[in-house]
């Protein structure tokens, strides 16, 4: 399924947010509260299980994180357990698929009972991890990536785990960079590339092919640091990188690299399964697909209006025409290749409110301003319940400038329609 880094650096986002706008049914008298959404959210990744296609699990962008799960291939979502720290990846153990494993920036946490509860096994904040791969056929065997710190800084490392999480060992790679890329060579996991950027933001990208014991500098490949790099499943000496303003290719497990400097703000991608010419990458709300080798680029855009930038790119395990895009606002899915994408947020309540509104005069109508997306609207606030679920729907109105950054909201006392919003970053 790929991995997975944030676009957001460590501390940025808001620590207290609410998940959800809730009202109650008697209109703020003594009930239940129920949650009326709006649903979505900004989602980090999802993971597939391995041997059920229709079960995916997916990773809040958050820091507190309420992993969710699907058994309907994404059409619907329900809470499991909660990690209480931002999760950088999730991995499910191949050979035991009830056995999982969450990086949390200086720790590790273990799930065995399929994600329900979490026990912190490792913790160690010298340990940075931001990516995490599992043995195929041994799960207490874990491969870590991200950066470790000696004396005065971080150098960027390979971790190995075991004993399920519990021990690591760093494979430092001698030079000192933030690494929050990886790609692994599922073929025996000896091969690994990591990437990242020095102190400079210059681009550090290297390769082992024994599991950390020595490196290869591939650096000077690239004119930029990259977001993301994939390997080729049906044929692991392709390999792709994602930079922001090109995407590279090698067809010499990195010996060489071929730019092409045509399309930016190229932040996921994805390789396809059986043929390593088809590419998608992640971009702000869209996702171009190539054909040939990420040589030429077409856009697929049909339904992700309303996506945010693309927090990771993935292909169905099963189904090559199925992908998934998670965005800060929320889960879309494509069946056909990316020619259409369709919203998949039944039952995900992730949404960080900063504001909430309501009229005066229409106390169906509510507004909201989502941190980081726009401001919403919904004029049935008051709908009952439709088989224990909330009936009332929401709209995205027309985005302005700076309405990703609302900070407040004030609606005209005698008319619902007219609306004043603050914006502003201080």
């Known amino acids: 399924m790929g991995h997975r880094h944030s676009l957001q650096p460590p501390g940025i986002m808001r620590v207290c947010s609410l998940v959800s706008l809730l009202i109650t049914a008697g209109l703020f008298a003594q009930a239940d509260w129920l949650s009326i959404g709006p649903e979505g959210g900004s989602v980090s990744h999802i993971v597939q299980h391995p041997t059920e296609p229709n079960t995916l699990y997916l990773v809040p962008e958050a820091y507190t994180c309420r992993i969710h799960r699907s058994t309907d291939g ?87 785990s075991t004993d399920g999480g519990y021990t690591w060992t760093a494979k430092q790679t001698g030079v000192f960079f933030y690494n929050f890329i990886m790609a692994a060579d599922p073929n025996g996991y000896s091969t690994f590339y990591v990437a990242g950027y020095d102190m400079s933001y210059a681009p550090v990208v290297l390769k082992t092919t024994d599991r950390g014991e020595s490196w290869t500098d591939l650096s000077s490949h690239f004119d930029n640091y990259l977001y993301d790099i994939a390997i080729a499943p049906s044929d692991p000496s392709r390999i792709y990188g994602a930079s922001y303003y090109a995407v590279y290719r090698s067809s010499n497990s990195g010996g060489s690299w071929h730019k092409n400097s045509g399309y930016v703000y190229n932040y996921r991608l994805a390789v396809h399964p059986t043929n390593p010419d088809i590419l998608y990458t992640g971009h702000y709300g869209r996702v171009y697909k190539s054909t040939d080798g990420g040589v030429n680029f077409s856009q697929c855009l049909n339904g992700l209006d309303q996506a945010d930038v693309c927090q990771h790119l993935c292909i169905d395990n099963d189904n090559a025409s199925t992908l998934y895009y998670s965005s800060g606002n929320g889960l879309f899915i494509t069946n056909d290749q990316g020619s259409h994408w369709h919203a998949s947020n039944s039952g995900l309540v992730l949404t960080s409110i900063v504001s909430i509104a309501i009229s005066p005069s229409t106390p169906s109508t509510v507004y909201t301003a989502i941190e980081g997306i726009a401001v919403y609207k919904t004029a049935n606030a008051l709908a009952k319940q439709l088989l224990g679920r909330s009936a009332v729907t929401w709209r995205q109105l027309e985005k302005f400038s700076y309405c990703e950054s609302a900070k407040d909201l004030l609606i005209d006392r005698t008319n619902a329609d007219i609306l004043y919003v603050l914006v502003g970053y201080s």
């Open 74 to 160: 994404g059409t619907t979502w329900s809470a499991l357990g909660t990690i209480t720290s931002r999760i950088y990846k999730l991995a499910i153990a191949p050979s035991n698929p009830d056995i999982m494993y969450a990086a949390v920036y200086g720790r590790i946490y273990k799930s065995t009972n399929g994600g329900e509860t979490w026990t912190s096994v490792f913790s160690d904040y010298n340990y940075r991890f931001y990516d995490l791969y599992i043995d195929s056929t041994d799960p207490d065997l874990l491969y870590g990536g991200g950066s470790c710190f000696t004396d005065s800084d971080y150098i960027g490392s390979l971790f190995l």
